[in-house]
Every structure is written in C-alpha cells, then in structure tokens.
C-alpha cells in the first residue's frame, strides 16, 4: 500500500497550491490564468461570457476543490507516519468522492453560459436601482444634423506652441491665474500670462512610462486641491514603468510656488491594467471637496474580462474617494458601495474608457465623455445631489445600441442609464475629447454649453438641452488640431490642447 501513497502526497501539494490560487487577488494573474486554461480547454467560446465578477463567485468552488485534494494527501500522511491502513482507504475514499465532485463542476462549467443556471447565480453582481432612468433599447439612436459649415462662434488662438505631447490643462484656483500643462513624457510645465516659465512645475520622467508607441500611456491627469493656497497639495494619475496606474500626492516646494517637490510623492492608489489602453486618465475634484477618478476598463477591445460591469474591480469606473481624512484615503460613507457588496470607492460604473470629464462649474452636474469601441462615442451625465450607483451600461451597449451578441436582456436587477448623447464613429471620427460646460464670458451664446471634440478630425460640437428636455449637439469649429484634451482657466474660459504641441484659448472673432 506505501507506494500508492505517493499520488495522495502529490494531490496535498497540489491541493495547497490551489487554495492559495484561491486566496490570491482575483484582478492579478489567477484570472488570466483561468481565463487562459479555459480558451484553451473549451474551444466553441463557450467561456466568452465569463467575467472577473464570475470568477470571483467561483474562487470559493476553487478553494473547496484544492481543499478536497489536501485533506486525503494529509489523511495519507498521517496515515503512513502511523502506520494505520484504514485512514489511508479513508484518505482513497474521500479523494475519489471529491474528484467525482470536481468532475460534475467542471463538466457544467464547461457548458455553462449566460442563460445557464450556475453562471447567473455567480455573475449576477448586486446593483443599485435607480427607478428614473429610461430604458435604453426604447431610445432612439442619435445622428449629427449636418450642418453646411461650422457655426464658429469665436476663435482659437495660439497661446504657445511647441509644447511635447501636451494632455491636459489645468488650473490651481489659487489666484495665480496659472496654466499647468501635463506633458504625457511625466512633466508639468507652466503658462504664466502667456510665458513659458524656464523650468518645469514637476518632472516625474524616472516614475512614468514612457513608451512612444503607446498612445494611452504616460502622464494623464492633474488634479489641484481645493485648499491648494494653503496646502500646497496636488495629485497626479500616471502610468508606472509595469504599465499600472499610479494615483499619486505631490506637494509644492515651500521656497518657491513654481516648483513641487518631486520627492514628496506620496502614492494613495494602485491600479493593475490589463493592456496598453484604455486607462482612463482623469482627476477632478468635485463641488463635494472629494477627489473623482476615471479609469477604463483595462483594453484588448470589447472588455473581454467584464471589468466595466463587475464590481469586484476599480476598472470602467469613475471613483470618488476622500483624500482628507483615512490613511491613504476614505471612503466616503454615501457611496453607493460603502457598505454593501463591490469596492467602495465606485461612484459610477459600466464605462469603456472615460479619458476626461468634468463638473459644471454653476450646477456641479458630472459631464463624462466616454470613447467607444466601433460605432459610438457617448457622453453621459450625472446631475448634482443624486446618488452614485449609475451603470453607463459598457459592455452590454455601446451609445444607445446593444453591443456584440447581447440581446438586450439585462441581469436580473441590473439597471444601466443610457446617455445624452451619442455620437457616430466613422468617417474620420475616432476618439471623443470630453470638455467642460463653457461658463466664460468672452461668448456670451455658449453660456451653459457643454463643449466637446474629436482626437482625429478636430471637430468641436457643443451640447445643450433644450426646454423641451432634448439634447441637441451643434457643430462649432472645424479645427486642424489633434485635439487630447480641453481646459478653463479660473475665469471660466476655455482652452484647448493640440497634441502636436499647441495650447489655445477660445476668444471673440
């Protein structure tokens, strides 16, 4: 009987060895891991709807079956150093049983889908209803009204040019009348009454991923803090050298208001990505004093992993966390999943990659521009004083149409809120640009008009509603600019910046 003892000491290492695969964080390898082993054993698709919130659902099964395998191996051995023959065929007896087990598990998993039994009930993820929100197969897809010519109701003007890959403009709201620009290498150079001041605010080009083949990587987002003037306190998003998301603190150098301090980086959040793009990117504080978060769903194209949906990770999100109290941060205690099921810092979720949004400076509502797949860019909306929990829908639609082989059949309790806007890919249209909710005075007729654009063409549309309740979008520029990434400064005027270098401000004609 000894020698048959040998299998059961290999089934209790490798019983321990998936218990710990169990136990490990689900958004690192042991998902891919599974993902992989799954495409490679079930070649008809048949896994294709999986998602990292099923997977999660399914750890527990994964940990019981390596424990199914440990406990016979560890009945052998205690058996053998006891010399005892009946708690060896016990050790025999309960690994057989548990191998039929494991067997009928994964035989049904083999098979399973959306519509199958034990899918739904471990992907089925809780959501907030939200009992206003339209149904979005009952909307109508938008089209642009075409317009002989742009409307053009001001002009761009240069401000500086020359600039390495500019992504984002930005104002601290201390008085200074300061423009920080992000430069996507890792700096941050400042614009002080149209003069480019000698050096730069931050130079984090050791930290940041610098790869110029990857458009969606690099230094994507600055956030000042409301208290600034007195703090000194920014916050950065960038991706590290492993291609992860780095939400970071600097502070400002106290003997000089032009130069932070790049050795005063405190880090608050890490994010895994899956892929090169859709990153997201954005930061932004909102009228409530939080800090709000845009992250995308990870890339490879169509959310393969089901990250938009699942609440199990931070990616397809928009965050909102408190960076005043905790250590490194609160939650704050009326987010939607503070308390319940999900990460607690999830305001807002089922986005594809929302690379900039913005709060309306009179309202306080939340304008997010969300890049689509292969039809539709979206905008979508969140007004001041609701509650978060909204489920922009991404990967069950794009815009306002279902997407892939989605039927249209949503999971019991899932709610998703279509947006206000959607707008065609194709002919040229490749990336929307979100912006903000123009509250200058230099154009007076854009007052309240959220503008927006496009990477590839350069179009600017703004977008108003009409009394009516209507969104409707007019073209307003026909630019030559790459455009990745609009600005205001503390007056309210708006800016844009060329990623070929430039940096210009929308004035009269």
């Known amino acids: ?86 708690v060896t065929r016990a050790a025999w007896i309960t690994l057989g049983a548990g191998a039929l087990i494991g067997a009928a598990i994964l035989i049904h998993l083999a098979t399973a889908r959306r519509d199958s039994f034990l899918y739904r009930s471990l992907a089925n993820t ?19 009204t075409p317009l002989p010519r742009p409307l053009e109701p001001g002009r761009w003007q240069l401000i ?45 080009r050791d930290r940041v991923l610098q790869k110029i083949d990857s458009p ?22 960038y991706i590290d050298q492993r291609g992860n998301t780095v939400i970071s603190r600097f502070t400002v150098s106290p003997d000089d208001p032009n130069r932070a301090d790049p050795d005063s980086e405190f880090k608050l959040l890490g994010v895994v990505q899956l892929a090169e793009d859709h990153n997201g990117g954005q930061l932004a504080f909102g009228p409530d004093g939080y800090l709000y978060i845009g ?30 109290n905790g250590a490194p941060y609160a939650i704050p205690p009326d987010n939607p999943f503070a308390s319940t099921y999900g990460r607690g810092e999830i305001w807002a979720y089922g986005l594809r990659n929302p690379w900039r949004f913005s709060f309306d400076a009179l309202t306080g509502d939340l304008y997010i521009g969300d890049v689509g797949h292969k039809d539709f860019d979206e905008i979508d909306l969140m007004r001041a004083g609701e509650p978060g929990g909204a489920n922009f829908g991404w990967n069950f ?27 065609p890919v194709g002919g040229g249209v490749c990336a929307l640009i979100g912006g903000y909710v123009y509250r200058g005075e230099a154009i007076p007729e854009l007052q309240g008009t959220y503008i927006f654009g496009d990477f590839c063409l350069g ?38 910046a060329n990623f070929g270098g430039g940096i210009y401000k929308l004035v009269p004609r």
């Not at 009516?468 to 455009?483: M, N, S």
């Not at 600005?487 to 005027?493: N, P, R, T």
Request: charged residues 20%.
């Open 1 to 86: 009987m000894k020698p048959l003892r040998f299998p059961l000491r290999i089934a209790l290492i490798a019983g321990l060895f998936i218990v710990l695969f169990a136990l490990l964080p689900a958004d690192l390898s042991p998902f891919r891991l599974f993902r992989l082993l799954a495409d490679s054993l079930v070649r008809d698709g048949s896994f294709e709807s999986i998602d990292l919130a099923f997977y999660n659902r399914l750890r527990p099964i994964i940990g019981l079956a390596g424990l199914a395998l440990a406990v016979p191996g560890a009945l052998a051995w205690w058996g053998e150093r006891s010399d005892r023959e009946a």
């Open 126 to 144: 809780p959501t907030p209803t939200l009992p206003t929100t339209p149904t979005p197969a009952a909307t109508p897809t938008p089209q642009r």
């Open 160 to 204: 500086y040019e020359s600039f390495d890959q500019p992504v984002g403009i930005v104002n601290a709201g201390d008085g200074s009348g300061r423009l920080f620009i992000v430069i996507k290498r890792g700096r941050i150079r400042i614009l002080q009454n149209g003069q480019l001041l000698d050096a730069p605010f931050l130079d984090i």
């Open 216 to 237: 969606e990587q690099g230094f994507l987002g600055l956030a000042f803090h409301p208290n600034y003037a007195e703090n000194g306190y920014f916050y950065v998003n």
């Open 295 to 324: 992250l995308g769903d990870g890339g490879i194209q169509r959310d393969p992993y089901g990250m938009a949906q699942s609440l199990d990770t931070l990616l397809g999100k928009i965050l909102r966390i408190d960076v005043d």
């Open 397 to 423: 639609f794009e815009g306002f149409v279902t997407y892939g082989d989605f039927d249209g059949n949503l999971p019991p309790g899932v709610v998703v809120r279509p947006p206000i806007w959607a707008n």
């Open 459 to 496: 179009l600017i549309w703004g977008l108003s509603q009409t009394p009516q309740g209507e969104w409707q979008a007019r073209l307003l520029f026909d630019t030559p600019f790459a455009i990745s990434s609009f600005g205001v400064d503390e007056a309210g005027e708006l800016y844009l």
